[in-house]
Structure formats: C-alpha cells, structure tokens
C-alpha cells in the first residue's frame, strides 16, 4: 500500500508556470506507475499525464502535451507535474495516482488503486 500527498498548487497567471509534486510513503514506491489528473468544477476528472515505473514511459493527454511535463525520481519516492504556459481551462484540482498491477498506468482513473486528497491550481487570465 502506498500513502500519496501532492503540493505545488496554487494561484497563477495565465502563461505562467507551477511544478506540482506528489510524495509516496513506502518501500515499493519504484514498481508503481503514477499518473496525474485533474477535476474542475462540475466535470468529471480527466487524465493529464503517466509515467511507467521506470520513469521510461511518458503519456500525455492532448490537451497539456507540450507544456507539462511528467517525471519522478525513485530515490526520493516523487513523482512530479511542471506545467508550463498555463491557461485557465487547467484550472482544477490536480490528483496524483498510483497502482502497481502492470508497471504501466492507466489514462483511465477507476485502474488506479490509490490516490492523494488533491492540490488545487488556479489559472488567471
């Protein structure tokens, strides 16, 4: 089992940046897959980003694909979302997960087994 806390969030304007991060309690933290998410008001949560276990595997939704960037370090149980030329529709708050079944992860959010209580980001304009 793994224990998730994401921080980083935050008020921003649009164009600027925010690194989130999201710390893993446990031994195992290197055999998960961790992905990113988020959820707006009224909407449903979405999938932003996955990285596999190994951190070789990068996924990205269409949507955030060329200004955030996934990546974790293993040594220090992290996994990390830099989000670049923010705009306001990446306003929500953002959920790191993570599951351990296949080392891959999911674009979809029922796959993951555990999740962290959220950070919010907010982007003005």
């Known amino acids: 089992q793994v224990q998730l806390v994401e921080s980083g969030g935050g008020l921003v304007q649009a164009g600027g940046s925010l690194r989130l991060s999201c710390a893993a309690s446990?031994?195992?933290?290197?055999?998960?897959?961790m992905g990113w998410f988020r959820q707006a008001p009224g909407e449903e949560r979405e999938f932003v980003a996955k990285?596999?276990?190994?951190?070789?595997?990068?996924y990205y939704a269409d949507s955030v694909k060329g200004r955030f960037t996934i990546s974790r370090d293993n040594a220090k149980n992290t996994v990390y979302l830099q989000m670049n030329s923010l705009k306001p529709e990446d306003t929500a708050v953002y959920y790191c997960?993570?599951?351990?079944?296949?080392?891959?992860?999911?674009?979809?959010?029922?796959?993951?087994?555990?999740w962290g209580q959220g950070t919010q980001v907010t982007v003005s304009s």
């Open positions: 446990g031994r195992t933290f290197s055999s998960y897959a």
């Open positions: 997960a993570a599951d351990d079944r296949d080392g891959l992860g999911s674009y979809y959010a029922d796959y993951y087994r555990y």
């Open positions: 990285i596999s276990w190994s951190g070789s595997r990068t």
